[in-house]
């Protein structure tokens, strides 16, 4: 199975924590310039698809594209897309940016899946994160797309951000339930370099919940929603049964993926590219690849794998890399610190291992 990732990276407007490649742009011609080399590029891959069973439309954000724009990328996805076994087929969208054109153009080409930035549903903090919607924008989103039959609606979440605590996190969890959809992604924030939230924390402007706070609200989020009715089947994502995403799955899986787009990654034949962050180098075909090395493919199955709450199986690392997981990596001290679980042919975290992941990860480092 792979998966084919691509790569929107236009945006209204800049969020102070994030640092995916983007870029804020009103201007028509450098969006009809990039989705006519964009709908090149993935046709160029046409003969990688045979085993594709998931799309996915990220950014950036999809949905800032002119709607005919959109429909266009879409029209060069159905050209292929109808001979394929496609399981999923995901698009992000920010909330204040949807309306009822693009919630129909979406079903019209069958798009099953709606992931949507939320954040936060406090209108307060919306802004301090930069964000231009509001509570009502999400709430209308959901609306839209259930009103068009598209039921399989995701929202992303932010804890641990410098202006969090826990009565917020049972305020957005509390309105998450009253949208009644299937899966949640809540994550915790990291400071990434080249945002503003790194420049002012350099700077004493802000701060973050320190670590006890952090594992406070992480706990009480997984117990929140484990008694709701949402199983946590990876770090930071939770879902009803059957409504656990399938793309992110392959990346957990260590499966191969197509990446198209301005920066967009690949993961093929175990080799890694990455295409060019720079417009004009992009538009020349220029991207890092990268040959992975045996041990480093070992290290990032067994890294992606523990995101996974079932864990990584020990006769699939058998298979892949010819050896035992169990001597490859000493896991037997996290397993005697109580990190790590072995139960049947899968190695997993504990429930304490969950909150201090970092400590076992450094083993694959």
Known sequence: MRGLYI???????????????KTVTFKRSIMDEYINYLNNEILSYKDKYLDVETIYIGGGTPNALPLDLLE?????????????????YSIEINPELLDIDQANLFKKHNITRVSIGAESFNDDILVKLGRHHKRKDIFNSVKLLKNVGINNINIDLIFSHPFDNLALVKENLEYFYQLDIPHISYYSMILEDKTVFKYQYDRNEIDLPDEDIS????????????????IQYEISNFARIGFESIHNEIYWKDLEYIGCGLNASGYLDNVRYT???????????KKEITKISDEDHRNEFMMLGLRMTKGVSISEYRRRFGSEMLVDYNLDKFIKDGLLVKIGDFIRFTKRGLMLGDIVFMEFV
């Open 7 to 21: 790569h929107i990276p236009f945006c209204k407007h800049i969020c102070l924590y994030c640092d995916f490649r």
């Open 275 to 285: 295409n060019d962050a720079n417009f004009k180098l992009y538009y020349q075909n």
């Open 215 to 230: 594992a406070d609200l992480y706990e009480y989020i997984m117990k929140d929603l484990s008694n709701n009715g949402y």
């Open 72 to 88: 266009k990328l879409l029209d060069t996805i159905d050209s292929f897309k109808e001979k394929l076994n496609i399981k999923e």
